[in-house]
T-cell receptor, first 115, second 116 residues
């Protein structure tokens, strides 16, 4: 298994531009998580999906952030417009809580820099 | 809702010395507990997990952790560390039921620095 795949690995964009981060979860996993990691705030859960449905988006910081999961093998996190304070590493993770929760498997992350 | 507190943001230690990384949690429901490790410029990898049963859990790379329900703690230990253990370690919790199931909440992490 290739694991959770995120793209791009690095993204540098100008303030005000739209940014789209992509994630392919592990095949068969039906829960997907988006996290943001910064020095100041650590690892924060932004949103998680179960069976492609958003379950908890209370961590999404502002309306500029949106996430979709159109099917079981793909998810996007979009920031529009982007701001310098959005600079962070964004992680996607997936899990299969078939009989309760199991561990989440993380992608390598996307390092976003907004200048 | 759950929360996780990792009391030490940084832990320096000499090679071959023992180490303990502390983790306390709070939750209104029963929980599952996890420790993850993050090497530089990498994603997080699972070290070990507590789901049920024996309170002493053994993980990869010689790490172990003990679940203490009365103290709501899940401290991570290794009897002898190596330079290669230098990384950031995250404690995480997930509720066993209801809306919190499947929602992994992380502590702020502890940076372990192993010196020769």
């Amino acid at each position: 298994d290739a694991g959770v795949i995120q793209s791009p690995r690095h993204e540098v964009t100008e303030m005000g531009q739209e940014v789209t981060l992509r994630c392919k979860p592990i095949s068969g996993h039906n829960s997907l998580f988006w996290y943001r990691q910064t020095m100041m705030r650590g690892l924060e859960l932004l949103i998680y999906f179960n069976n492609n449905v958003p379950i908890d988006d209370s961590g999404m910081p502002e309306d500029r952030f949106s996430a979709k999961m159109p099917n079981a093998s793909f998810s996007t996190l979009k920031i529009q417009p982007s701001e310098p304070r959005d600079s962070a590493v964004y992680f996607c993770a997936s899990s299969f809580p078939g009989q309760g929760v199991t561990e989440a498997f993380f992608g390598q992350g996307t390092r976003l820099t907004v200048v | 809702a759950q929360s996780v507190t990792q009391l030490d943001s940084q832990v320096p230690v000499f090679e071959e010395a023992p180490v303990e990384l502390r983790c306390n949690y709070s939750s209104s429901v029963s929980v599952y507990l996890f420790w993850y490790v993050q090497y530089p410029n990498q994603g997080l990898q699972l070290l070990l997990k507590y789901l049920s049963g024996s309170t002493l859990v053994k993980g990869i790379n010689g790490f172990e952790a003990e679940f203490n329900k009365s103290q709501t703690s899940f401290h991570l230990r290794k009897p002898s560390v190596h330079i290669s253990d230098t990384a950031e370690y995250f404690c995480a919790v997930s509720g066993k039921s209801g809306g919190s199931q499947g929602n992994l909440i992380f502590g702020k992490g502890t940076k372990l620095s192993v010196k020769p």
